[in-house]
């Protein structure tokens, strides 16, 4: 029931009203692992870092069962960085700084050991990496799931589209589905994107939770409401990293199954959100999972007779 | 088990990009009366009305079991209009004309009919009504829902806390709510406005859904998500009657039953954004309010295994 998760491990620099965080560990394969390897062993992981990038961050992942041979390491070169800052409201920052480093000439290739990998995850990343390392494993994953941004829409669409086609499930938020089809209306914008390739379709909306669409269907998750959210970044790949985390352990691919899937995304996203980077995701215990799963259950839960 | 029912029953003239209502029905308490006679009957309306104001609306009414006494009519006035413009994204509002006509200097007059009433909505007015309203009913109803504007928390600031203390459930939108309370979290804010006089707190975030908050614990209810919101003028009163309806056909006020009323709510709003005004709440029938209540149970319903 192996995973292998596609994206960038990097260097986050964040600025929020509540402070700086200084250089620490980001990256979308870097939270999506923190994330789904509460769930699903190995996790094997599939990105590009440089010289610099730390080797105990590497040792933590190793023994959280995450597989390192995917990703290359080029010694003489820098990590990913990426500086930004959130404005006051936590919903809406600023890109200070983006430097490419490794990135810039990124050519994923998949191990021998990956080959068989059950569940294949897309962090965002260029179109051109995402089709590449769906080309490369064979036999085809049962479920590839895609995550992407509006900056590939606006720089690489027609490959986006292209890898919209390879792929079952597609993870964007609400502005990227409106972007994508021109439609203000999500349930608008759903029905065009499950023309465009996949079959499932997640629109993160943040702190307004997520939707699910599938067919006719749709499923609402809630975010946590919470007292303060101290640092955004990453939780929607940490979400994603649940979501697929949940579907890997459980191997069902059923809307069903996808539905507590999203749950259990958003309860991971709750976590990252409460400190800098993947820093909680590092700290939490089964227990603390399971607690906040009942918390998503009383958060939504309600008897109705409908007679 | 009645229901009394204190707002406006006044005329809207609605643009929104889909079109022009000209003028037609709206007001907080004809809102909430078309929602609520669907699960409890006699309403009891408290309102002011002008000779201008359509007999066959106030006959429908009167079908339905809402009971007119508590309205006064004013032969040789006018009632109160207003004329609205939504903008795009249908969130925002300008206001084009505000008319108090019969409003301007309202004295509620509480009949002895009413007295025994169980259940108390305050819609949005000044609340020198709501308290005047409050005061005239004896015994105090088991239960008082408040519901209010950002233009009470700027003009009648003091007189709107001296309410709040005298309320059981308080009904606000998002952006009141951090006005009230001066927090950006809800969470937070919440916290604040359950030492302010409300032992419940829901939090309407429009097509983001609802909160409900109570001691410790927090329900969220989620909005249908819809292909087109059309007109969503009165969508706030309508859940507020499909909440206190179902409370009052139910009798019972306990945090759980409060869980399922705002389930009602939101059914409730959801068809009222599908036309103008209230011409969606005339059309609907019991099975069509079944039909959405299990929508609403797919939408958020899931299973988890916590073991």
């Known amino acids: 029931m192996s995973l292998t998760v596609v994206g960038t491990m990097a260097f986050d620099d964040i600025e929020t009203p509540f402070g700086k965080s200084d250089k620490i560990v980001g990256g979308s394969a870097s939270f999506i692992a923190w994330a789904a390897s509460n769930f699903v062993q190995p996790v094997n992981q599939v990105s590009v870092i440089g010289g610099d990038f730390p080797q105990d961050e590497l040792a933590a992942l190793t023994g959280r069962g995450v597989a390192m041979e995917g990703v290359q390491v080029k010694k003489d070169e820098k990590s990913f960085y990426w500086a930004g800052k959130y404005h006051l409201d936590m919903n809406s920052r600023d890109t200070l700084v983006t430097e490419l480093n490794v990135l810039a000439d990124f050519q994923p290739v998949i191990p021998d050991s990956y080959q068989g990998s059950e569940f294949l995850i897309l962090g965002n990343l260029t179109p051109q990496v995402q089709m590449s390392v769906i080309s490369q494993l064979n036999p085809r994953p049962k479920l590839i799931v895609m995550d992407t941004m509006n900056f590939w829409m606006d720089v690489a669409l027609e490959d986006l589209l292209k890898t919209l086609k390879m792929v079952d499930v597609l993870l964007v938020n609400d502005s990227e589905a409106r972007q994508l089809t021109g439609e203000y209306s999500l349930v608008k914008a759903a029905k065009k994107i499950l023309t465009m390739g996949p079959r499932y379709l997640i629109i993160k909306k943040g702190e307004h ?9 749709v499923f609402f998750a809630p975010a946590l409401p919470l007292e303060e959210v101290f640092d955004p970044t990453g939780a ?14 459980t191997k069902d691919i059923s809307f069903e199954n996808m539905k507590t899937a999203i749950i259990v995304g958003s309860a991971m996203a709750s976590f990252c959100v409460e400190k800098f980077g993947a820093q909680r995701l590092r700290e939490i215990t089964r227990e603390d999972i399971t607690t906040r799963l009942e918390q998503f259950v009383q958060l939504v839960n309600f008897d109705i007779d409908l007679v």
């Open 209 to 217: 939770g997520a939707l699910l669409f599938h067919e006719n269907h």
């Open 236 to 249: 929607g790949d940490t979400f994603a990293g649940g979501f697929i985390g949940h579907l890997a352990k």
